[in-house]
């Protein structure tokens, strides 16, 4: 893809980067294209952010179905406007709040019919007036003949728009707009000055209680106020209630630019102003371009890589950048933040929202344990934290609410890989009793609705706990449930073991290998099992049924390999290890067709029946390192790395999923995964780049020097560590963490 870096804005910012900071001269973000996964099923955005930020300024493109879930879609034409929130990459909608529209002349403000992905006051837009920049953005609006800017702090959006000579100028701020139409509960909207106004939002979708509340300020005295509720003008008024939009009108000279500064808060509109005034009290807005830049700069430098190929260096730092948008932000500049209960809260440290633990688990975090594990741990007190606040820990937690979505309790891999590499810089106590009650069937202290305890607390725990194995007449997903908490439970067995917690330890060796009950010997796959102990009848390997099934978001030919931490055990049921060999092939091999009633749109990505578009197949091509066959891992690495990545818009091969799909490709392209968080263990693969040098929170680098690397030399050859010579293709965290040197020599010839 043609790079849509102004040149002029590059120069700039290689100027300011190298002046404003000591740590590199390079400037990684002229490497990222933010429209990398913006087509296809990737649902990312291409809007401004700041790493982490709590405010995703971004265009919306569409309201409506699958590919609306991050607002925007690189095959529309049509902009709504641009709202303040926005997730990356997710299978669920929600957000869009806050929606501004720089408009000129009379504006056609009217209710479209339901359904409907654009709203009557839209533009038409053309890519090739788009440009998109780590922490900035900006398009053309051919409709008003406006050029829109956008940049955030951490907390504020803010923005540019460049009008035409008109008498009827202005910009339209729609607090009724919202993607997917979220049922709004309450709304506010309020002109406190001729250049301020303050609103107010509680809505529910997918988070079925979201607050959002602004306060935004324009650099130009509007002379009008003009409300509408239900899409019909209130007049002489200067606030509305239910339901709200305000056209704030002024006269504009030719090239003129007026500037417009939103903040946002969970808390109140006295926070959102907090937040503005704190983090962009003036005018400048290359100011604040141009340090967000440069703290995405900071954020990227932690991995250099060398390569002179342009391609595979932009879909590397895209894909480093991916891994940095969420978790999100969720607390005020004085510390103040709704708590799960709703209520609240002060903390002396950040707090986040936005974790897609049944996704991140798996990559993004032990990523994170690498690059920042300083972070990493805030994210475990915040999740500690929510878990007080609301009785469990979350389930994918998203403003403040347990959205129980997916299954097992995936916070725990999280917690307990950084416990196990000796990040322990939160509650210990506090984080043991809550994995332990993440485990049990327990609904006392759960601050929800009985559908959401219910779900957090589903009676396939009991199940697992009684007998062993989820009966599928009781419960759905039932083998995909049993073998996630399976692992879940193994993860906890390692706290146990470490704090010598002898009773739970005897408890958790038992559970964690609960995924042997599902194991059928006759079809050699993982079968879901009635109360009576039967199994399901007629099976197919290759059925899916979405979210209705014995599986989830894929087949039995996925799921079978869901047991990362006891790899040698599974091969012992699959009749040892030839069989296993043999067996895993056939995955690659498989007839890729996916047969059923409603088949899952997540297993995409298909080799045989490998689905590297969704999460449960992530792990699986490492297996071949744990049975003596490291070439066949390098050879589907190569196939994977460079066939279900690209730098277009639908270069990713399914959703993106707040980081996880991109970080999978970080850890794999520099040559090296975790297979099962909670092993501090490293599993070697196929390195895509000559030189990669990772900087360490500790002052040390790790060097991965790859020698005679080209496609065609796709094998490994031999692995030194420093100078020392591996045996086998694994090292450990704490190698990598003490700094030094992996040298890597490639061939052509696989080592059988």
Request: hydrophobic residues 35%; contains cysteine.
């Amino acid at each position: 893809m043609k790079s849509r870096i102004p040149l002029i804005f590059t120069a700039l910012g290689l100027l300011i980067i190298s002046s404003c900071s000591n740590k590199t001269s390079t400037d990684y973000t002229t490497l990222v294209d933010p429209f990398i996964g913006t087509g296809g099923h990737g649902h990312t955005f291409p809007g401004a952010t700041y790493p982490h930020g709590m405010v995703q300024l971004s265009p919306d493109t569409r309201i409506y179905d699958w590919d609306a879930c991050s607002g925007y879609h690189y095959s529309d034409s049509l902009v709504n406007g641009f709202s303040h929130t926005h997730l990356s990459g997710t299978g669920c909608a929600d957000y869009g709040d806050v929606l501004v529209m720089p408009v000129v002349g009379d504006v056609d403000i009217r209710k479209m019919p339901l359904g409907s992905q654009n709203t009557s006051y839209a533009s038409a837009f053309s890519h090739k007036k788009e440009e998109a920049i780590p922490g900035y953005y900006s398009v053309m609006l051919d409709r008003y003949n406006v050029k829109a800017e956008l940049t955030t702090s951490q907390r504020a959006g803010f923005h540019k728009y460049t009008f035409p000579a008109s008498d009827k100028a202005g910009m339209l701020i729609d607090l009724d707009y919202a993607i997917q139409g979220q049922v709004t509960k309450e709304l506010t909207l309020e002109v406190i000055s001729d250049t301020e106004i303050v609103g107010y939002k509680k809505s529910a979708y997918w988070a079925p209680e979201q607050y959002i509340y602004f306060y935004a300020k324009t650099s130009k005295p509007f002379t009008s106020a003009t409300f509408y509720r239900n899409d019909s003008i209130i007049a002489g008024v200067k606030n509305v209630s239910g339901s709200g939009k305000v056209l704030l009108s002024f006269a504009a000279k030719a090239d003129e630019v007026v500037m417009l500064k939103v903040g946002i808060s969970a808390v109140d509109t006295d926070g959102a102003r907090k937040n503005l005034e704190a983090e962009i009290p003036e005018w400048d807005f290359d100011k604040i371009k141009f340090a967000t830049r440069k703290a995405w700069n900071d954020y990227l430098a932690k991995v250099d890589v060398k390569t002179k190929n342009a391609e595979y260096k932009r879909i590397f730092y895209t894909a480093l950048y991916h891994t940095a948008i969420a978790p999100n932000l969720f607390s005020d500049v004085d510390g103040r933040y709704r708590g799960m209960d709703k209520k609240i809260y002060t903390s002396k440290e950040n707090m986040y929202t936005v974790f897609s633990t049944w996704d991140t688990m798996r990559a993004l975090h032990p990523l994170f344990t690498i690059i920042e594990p300083a972070l990493n741990q805030n994210f475990i007190r915040s999740l500690i934290q929510k878990s007080k606040e609301g009785g469990i820990l979350p389930m994918w937690e998203l403003a403040a609410n347990y959205t129980a979505t997916m299954i097992g309790y995936n916070a725990v891999p999280i917690i307990v890989d950084a416990y196990m590499k000796g990040d322990r810089n939160f509650d210990l106590d506090l984080a043991y009793e809550a994995v332990l009650k993440s485990s049990a069937y327990d609904t006392t202290g759960i601050k929800d609705t009985p559908l959401y305890i219910n779900a957090l607390q589903p009676i396939s725990k009991k199940f697992k706990n009684e007998i062993g194995y989820i009966p599928f007449d009781k419960e759905i997903e039932s083998v995909a449930k049993g073998l996630e908490y399976a692992y879940d439970d193994w993860c906890i067995l390692q706290m146990a073991r470490d704090r010598k917690d002898t009773a739970n330890i005897t408890k958790y060796e038992k559970l964690a290998t609960n995924y042997r009950n599902y194991f059928d010997a006759g079809t050699g796959f993982m079968r879901g099992k009635d109360s009576k102990g039967n199994w399901r009848s007629p099976f197919n390997p290759r059925s899916s049924v979405h979210r209705d099934d014995d599986y989830c978001e894929g087949t039995a030919w996925q799921w079978l390999w869901f047991v990362p931490h006891q790899v040698d055990s599974l091969v012992q049921l699959l009749g040892g290890k030839e069989k296993f060999v043999a067996k895993l092939d056939g995955l690659f091999t498989a007839d890729s067709r996916i047969e059923g009633n409603q088949t899952s749109v997540d297993i995409s990505g298909l080799i045989g029946q490998y689905a590297h578009g969704n999460e449960p197949s992530h792990h699986i091509i490492h297996l071949y390192n744990y049975v003596d066959m490291p070439y066949k891992t390098q050879e589907l690495i190569d196939t994977v790395l460079y066939s279900q990545y690209s730098d277009k818009p639908d270069g990713l091969s399914g959703n993106e999923d707040c980081g996880q799909m991109s970080a999978w490709y970080v850890l794999n392209s520099m040559g090296f995964y975790q297979l099962c968080p909670g092993n501090p263990t490293y599993s070697i693969g196929r390195p895509v780049f000559d030189n990669v040098r990772i900087t360490l929170n500790n002052g040390r680098y790790f060097e991965i020097k790859t020698y005679n690397n080209s496609r065609k030399n796709k094998y490994i050859k031999s692995i030194k560590l420093n100078n020392k010579k591996l045996e086998k293709p694994f090292f450990t965290h704490a190698e990598l963490m003490a700094g030094g040197k992996l040298e890597i020599v490639m061939t052509d010839k696989a080592k059988k």
